[in-house]
């Protein structure tokens, strides 16, 4: 082989290989000789990563095939006169000579450096400029259209002509605004060692070797963006490029040919003219407010999937916001009557900073994560509103049950978080507010859940909403193909006090924290989505219809359809790239292609009209994605047979953003007064009115200045409800009324004008019963000629009920809540189950007097108003209805005239029924009274009789209208056997329907004598085992007799030998007494005795006694005195 050499080897990856061309020639190490050989390659499987090769010494020998993967190579430089297509294709040459990590300042100098580097002389370089030129003008149609940069081609050829190129010292690098040349060529490249795969891609002149080029000091970064437009509005501006960088400048960004104009030195110099028609495209593009263009898009002419998609999320917006939870008001219990879910209140108000600031840019870098996190796997939102809710509960919420499962684990990075991001989860971070420049303080440890103030909380649901522009373009083609969507929504939780507290200066911080973390979410929902729809979906079907064997081989396919456009995943995939391969699996499949789909929307005006209505969704590059999308799901339906369950699209899900949230805005003021009425019952009065500064915006267009005190900041909602109005016992009697209401509507006892039910299958979910007057307000009836007239108003239907007059409007009469003889319709709205709720709308002022009143039954309910997307998310405020509450929309207010109402399914839990009092206009009633007059005096004309025979002479007129009628009658009669025959099947039918009615009663039996075997069996385990438990409680019970007994015992012992020591003390203080009054008197003797005086004593048993001493006694011995002395 002439004019080659090897270079440093490398081991094959699938990035290298998905840059090899046929007749490549390669020098690789075959696994089973053990040695190096060189070899030419003749063809290739990029998606089974193989190709097959000969040897170069020997073409026409036998061919091989080698796996890729882990296969060591070097690429041989052939000469010009071996390289069989580098001369037709200089493109080629040239990226194989500038490396894909190299990064320059725009297209021109780089041209400038490939003639250099290559050893040219400067010729063919306004050719390749000129070409440079065109794949910049097919981005600017294709993409963002910026104008600046055609500005800058021009600017930088006039350059060139005044100031030749000169053969730089090395590579220019330049960190703001540099360009990636082609965006994942340079497979070869190994970030860990450089210098090892630095010689992959070395090209050789003409003839003569090419010196290797410097290599850089920093490997450069992969897809990086130019930032060529300015920061959206309400978006926070955290630098250049998106980046969230704390050296972030905090004035928009500039463009390139901005931020090269302002030195003469720069090859984007420009005049003052020039500038100012510069600034001024600038300023008349709306759709610079976006995202950076990805560099692969500015140098090839190509939108990537990545970008397109990329665009489809800056039409979406931001979506995230600042909450805070309330706990539910409704006090109802029980297994059927559940409390209604707690109240998230969404501060949509909210803008973020523009510029951030430097807490919100360093929490958004550093305070995040890592972090510890809760994933909480549930149907519906009612555990994670629990957890959120209640903090001193959420470590006892850890675990499983049947309906739930919650974990903790920690986070990382958002990356990280994706292996969580499934259908019906929910992802909570949790964080303490700190305030000043630290802002918040990631929680790490599990327990420290229970005391964060602070949570992002990110939630899947599993909705249509979010592919709705897809499903209508697949849908004008094939009415069976649908796309699901997992809606992502992402929400920062305060505690309430936090709510309370913090200023609207703190809270906006707090938005601009979230509006980052948002935006760091953009790159995980690109890499879910390219990943998910095209790369996975693509190969997916490719394989299947391999499986399938319906087709030929790839390598059969022309050659430019064989591999067009294929990249491994993490690569950049071309739009026209995928185009391409979409058209030829379609082209193997054998239906519609993306051309065909192209020209069916064409010609569809409802497709075409829906496509221009959401022009601004639908540009070219987003219409040609979501058409090779439509094309895919396509070919998947025609491999499966028209099979639409077993497709994969089915399982497929989109990972999108979505602003729908089930929450209010306005945190309503209450201000209770206690009334009592005439009858002497007392009741509570609760007037709304909307927070201060925070007001509809329509507020002051509806509402009379009479109506409210701007000084005073009074702004009345317009509604009023009264609760403990009425007694338990009399609701109980209208919920009787309401239930026989029930049965007559199922027997077909009331006229079908007067109700109308909303079926789903064979299940009722809500009935609407009118009385006194209806209003026409379905499709098919306002579609009626005459349904504007009396303002849609009908008197085809009962009087008001008796027991609504009495129990009902009697008592609110007699309350003062509303005005006497005024009520003159009324409607029962039944919502039988609670699945189902009425959607937004206005009880119209042309047909209705204010007040509205309204009476709620059998459980709790909430009136929403200001709700979207048929009523149900997305709310201004509500009003609590418990059982037993009278709602009155008054007259001039906000409630009733400035904002729609309705009742959401997710706020009634069982059975609820509203009880509706009105005032139809009395013009509307008059006129109405008209209608069916008139309808009813046509239907008698549509009545007669019978004209007897024989009574006048029959004409030929008379004759011809009898034939008439006589062959009418044969046809009548012709279509009556018809009848009898239809009819005569139909009752075969139902006899066979009976048969299988007996025996499905059969088994019904046979399944109730089962159940009632099983209940035997149950009730005699139930049966032995209280017996069992009666037996422990007897035992129980003789033992606590035994015990009591013992005590008792135990207490008449202690109360004797009491009184036992109360006697022994009682005597012997009586003995001492005793012996002192006996001591007394004998010394009282003694001492008479002494004296020769004479004694007397009396004593009760002795009597009285008197001693006389005849002699003066002799004095007593000493001895004798000593013991008197001591008994004294």
Known sequence: ??????????????????????DDRLKVYHPRSERWESVVVKKIRKRRCRIEVCREDDPSGALEWLDLPGLKYKRLRSSAKSSGGSEANPSVKARRVVKPRRRVRAVGPIVRQRAVATGGDGEGVADEVEEAEKRLKGAYEKSLNPPSLIHMIRLEKKWEKRNPPEQPSGWA?????????????????????????????EVQGKGEEEEEVAEPSTPPRRGSYVPISFIAPHTPDFGPSGSLSRDAPSTPSESPVAAGAKSRESPFYMTRRVKRRLSELEASFDFWEGRALPCADLVSGESSVRSVLARILDVKGTTSSVCYMRETESKQEGMQLRKLPHIMYRMSYLEPESPASSSA?????????????????????????????????????????????????????????????????????????????????????????????????????????????????????????????????????????????????????LATVVAGFERGLEDLILGWNTDTLFHRYLADL??????????????????????????????????????????????????????????????????????????????????????????????????????????????????????????????????????????????????????????????????????????????PAGVTTYTDLFSDEGLRKVEGRVVELEHKISQRLLPESCYDRSQHWNCVRRTKTFFGARYLWTKEQKSQSSAGKAGGIRLDVPRVPKWVREDVEDPLVRCRV???????????????????????????????????????????????????????????????????????????????????????????????????????????????????????????????????????????????????????????????????????????????????????????????RECAKVERECAKVVKELLQSVQGRLRVEQREAADRDKAARAAERDARLVRSVVRGLVSSTIKEVQREKATAKVVANILKAVAGGRKYKFSSKKTGKATFYLAKKPEPWPEDAQNIVQKKS
């Not at 082989?1 to 046929?22: I, K, N």
């Not at 340079?186 to 210098?195: A, H, K, L, T």
Request: net charge negative; charged share 30%; hydrophobic share 35%.
């Open 1 to 22: 082989m002439v004019g080659t050499r090897a270079a440093g080897s490398a081991v094959m990856d699938p990035g290298t290989a998905a840059v090899l061309r046929t």
């Open 173 to 201: 690098r330049d960190d703001d605004g540099v360009i990636d040349l082609v965006e994942g060529e340079d497979d070869d490249y190994n970030e860990e060692d450089p210098e090892a795969s630095g010689s992959g891609s």
């Open 361 to 509: 840019r360093s929490c958004v870098e550093e305070a995040l994560f890592p972090a510890r996190a809760c994933v909480i796997q549930s149907d519906d939102d009612v555990a994670y509103r629990e957890y959120v809710m209640w903090p001193s509960r959420r470590l006892e919420m850890l675990g499983e049950n049947d309906k739930t499962s919650c974990s903790t684990c920690m986070a990382d990075s958002i990356a990280a978080m994706r292996r969580h991001l499934r259908e019906n989860s929910c992802v909570i971070l949790h964080y303490r507010y700190r305030g000043g420049e630290a802002l918040l303080e990631a929680c790490q440890a599990t327990r420290s859940v229970a005391e964060s103030d602070l949570q992002i909380c990110l939630s899947l649901k599993q909705s249509t909403t979010g592919t709705t522009e897809i499903n209508r373009v697949a849908g004008s083609i094939s009415k069976g193909l649908k796309l699901s969507a997992l809606c992502l929504k992402l929400d920062l939780f305060i505690s309430p006090t936090l709510a309370k507290n913090l200023s609207t200066a703190e809270l906006s911080t």
């Open 542 to 715: 490719e394989r299947k219809f391999e499986e399938a064997g319906s087709g030929n081989e790839a390598e059969d396919l022309p050659c430019d359809c064989a591999g067009a456009g294929a990249a491994p995943r993490g690569c950049c995939l071309s739009l026209d790239g995928l185009l391409r391969r979409v058209n030829c699996l379609c082209a193997r499949v054998g239906c519609m292609d993306t051309n065909k789909i192209f020209r069916a929307l064409r010609a569809d005006a409802e497709a075409s009209a829906f496509i221009q209505k959401n022009s601004k969704f639908f540009c070219r590059s987003t219409t040609r994605l979501v058409v090779a999308l439509v094309g895919l799901m396509y070919a998947d339906l025609a491999l499966e047979g028209g099979k639409d369950r077993e497709c994969l699209y089915r399982r497929m899900r989109v990972l999108c953003r979505t602003d729908s949230r089930d929450s209010f805005r306005y945190e309503m003021l209450v201000r209770e007064t206690l009334c009592k009425g005439v009858c002497g019952r007392e009741f509570v009065k609760n007037e709304y009115f909307f927070p201060p500064r925070h007001i509809p915006d329509n507020y002051r267009d509806v509402v009379p200045a009479s109506q409210y005190d701007a000084a005073a900041d009074i702004y």
């Open 818 to 1008: 509303v005005p006497e003889n005024f009520i003159n319709s009324s409607a029962v709205n039944i919502y039988h189950d609670g699945s189902e709720g009425i959607q937004s709308h206005y009880d119209d002022d042309s047909r209705f007097a204010r007040p509205i009143v309204s009476l709620r039954l059998f459980s709790d309910s909430r009136l929403s108003f200001g709700t979207q997307f048929f009523g149900y998310v997305n709310g201004s405020f509500f009003v609590p209805m418990p059982r037993g509450c009278i709602t009155v929309m008054e007259e001039r207010g906000y409630a009733a005239n400035g904002i729609k109402h309705s009742v959401r399914p997710t706020d009634m839990t069982a059975k609820s029924v509203a009880v509706i009092l009105r005032h139809v206009h009395d013009e509307c009633m008059e006129e109405a009274a008209e209608i069916l007059m008139d309808e009813t005096g046509r239907w008698f004309q549509g009545l007669g009789l019978e004209e007897g025979q024989g009574k006048r002479p029959v004409d030929d007129s008379q004759k011809e209208a009898r034939a008439a009628e006589k062959a009418e009658a044969d046809v009548q009669k012709v279509v009556r056997s018809v009848i009898r025959q239809v009819q005569g099947r139909v009752r075969a039918e139902q006899r066979a329907a009976e048969q299988r009615e007996k025996a499905a009663r059969a088994a019904a039996r046979a399944a109730e």
